[in-house]
């Protein structure tokens, strides 16, 4: 093989390699793939998360505050961010924006997030989104409700699924359910700002206000007396999803509308909440379109 050979298929294969890299680079940010962990010197055992504010939120990932900015109810107060991050965010230099905008490298951000974070160069300072109240969902024909579901990254993937099969809301408490926070958002990979999420007190209470809006309310239960798909009766549900392990609280089996099941037929009868929650949806709006 010439010198000359050898040039034109080391040229090839970089382009390609080029090509490939900014392929997978582009699902990272849409979150159709993780972001592998960044391998860090700095040991994260001096690092302590900042006192935040009330209403006071750190967003970060590229694709998670690209989503922020072009969220009109976001309250935006400042951008931090690398010159290479910056230039992936697609925003004109030359063109004001109505925030300011600081210069960091990445270890600047590290000081804030901790050196665990994958915040790709870029941090949004912003206020938590507006409250919304169940009686703006009347209108949904599908809606989630989780009960004391705690993992943010377990809440992230299901807020991505309901956003995915068209749900109005996720439903959760207040108490032992994640606030919304980086790492809410960055595992919702852009769905926080596309869905209201509604904490509210009581959660039976709440069912209760969705039965007077019109909604059917189903339990998932493992061990459910009749399979999800059976359990429609309907023009707007409502899927009420449980904690992995201790799944729905005794309360709130006793005052959704209907307990059931998603019939598996393989050797593990459980998933979970996050891919339950997908299934769920899906049955449930293949329901609504047949009696759309």
Do not use: C
Request: glycine share 6%.
């Amino acid at each position: 093989m010439s010198n000359d050979d050898k040039n034109d298929r080391s040229n090839r294969d970089t382009h390609y390699a080029t090509l490939r890299r900014a392929v997978r680079d582009s699902k990272r940010e849409r979150g159709e793939i993780p972001t592998p962990p960044l391998k860090r010197q700095k040991s994260n055992k001096d690092w302590k998360p900042p006192q935040l504010q009330a209403e006071q939120v750190f967003l970060y990932g590229l694709h998670t505050v690209r989503a922020a900015l072009a969220n009109p109810q976001r309250k935006l107060i400042k951008l931090s961010v690398t010159q290479n991050a910056f230039a992936r965010l697609d925003l004109e230099e030359s063109t004001p924006l109505p925030f300011p905008v600081e210069f960091v490298s990445p270890q600047d951000i590290d000081k804030v997030l901790g050196p665990e974070a994958i915040h790709q160069g870029v941090m949004l300072e912003t206020r938590a989104l507006p409250m919304r109240r169940l009686e703006a969902l009347k209108e949904s024909p599908l809606l989630l409700v989780l009960d004391q579901v705690t993992d943010p990254h377990n809440v992230g993937a299901i807020m991505r699924s309901a956003v995915a099969f068209g749900a109005g809301a996720v439903v959760t408490t207040q108490r032992h359910s994640p606030t919304e926070s980086g790492v809410l958002a960055k595992s919702a990979s852009g769905a926080l700002e596309l869905i209201p999420y509604i904490q509210v007190t009581n959660l039976a209470d709440a069912l209760e206000e969705l039965h007077r809006l019109g909604f059917q309310t189903i339990g998932l239960d493992s061990e459910g007396p009749a399979e999800l798909e059976r359990s429609f009766n309907g023009e707007r549900v409502a899927l009420v999803l449980g904690s992995e392990g201790k799944g729905l609280r005794q309360k709130t089996r006793e005052t959704v509308t209907a307990l059931a099941r998603l019939d598996m037929p393989g050797e593990i009868k459980s998933l979970n909440v996050s891919n339950a929650a997908a299934v769920a949806l899906y049955a449930a709006r293949q329901h609504l379109v047949k009696i759309s």
